[in-house]
């Protein structure tokens, strides 16, 4: 018969790089969050390790290295800077942190396509207006 070993489980955070007692748990989950994307968008545009370095700029170990999710060596602002290289746009925002929260966060939010105008436009008319006479939506083009 085989004996059984109970095993302590404990539960995650969230964040792998907070379990594993990384000082900056926060930092790494954002690059590890950007470095995949940047590997998805890589092979959706069908680049090899070769075709993402000449495409970034970078050396092909290097971007070998990034295409396996390998984050060392890399910041956050040149992860980001390789997204706008591999036709992303990067918007940063900045905006009070929950009162649940103790501290603010580093969020990474990825949205999966693009709104078309006529979306974007329906969509800043439904939203409410932060502040009263300013334009809430894109301008409409005149003949």
Known sequence: MTERHSAKVEASSGN????????????????ADLAFQIA?????QGLDGTGTARTLGISQP???LLLRG?????STEK?????????????????????SVAK??????IRAR??????????????PSRSAGKESGPK????
């Open 104 to 109: 603010g966060r580093l969020l990474v939010q």
């Open 79 to 99: 992860l980001l800077h390789y997204l706008t290289m591999l036709g992303q746009d990067v918007r940063i925002v900045i905006s009070a942190k929950p009162a």
């Open 140 to 143: 409409s083009k005149r003949s």
């Open 40 to 44: 998805h968008l890589a092979k959706a």
């Open 114 to 127: 693009r709104i078309g105008r006529r979306q974007a436009h329906k969509v800043a008319a439904l939203a």
């Open 70 to 74: 390998r984050t060392d060596g890399f």
């Open 16 to 31: 792998v790089f907070e379990d594993l007692g990384l000082a900056d748990a926060a930092a790494e989950l954002s690059k």
């Open 62 to 64: 290097k971007a070998s």
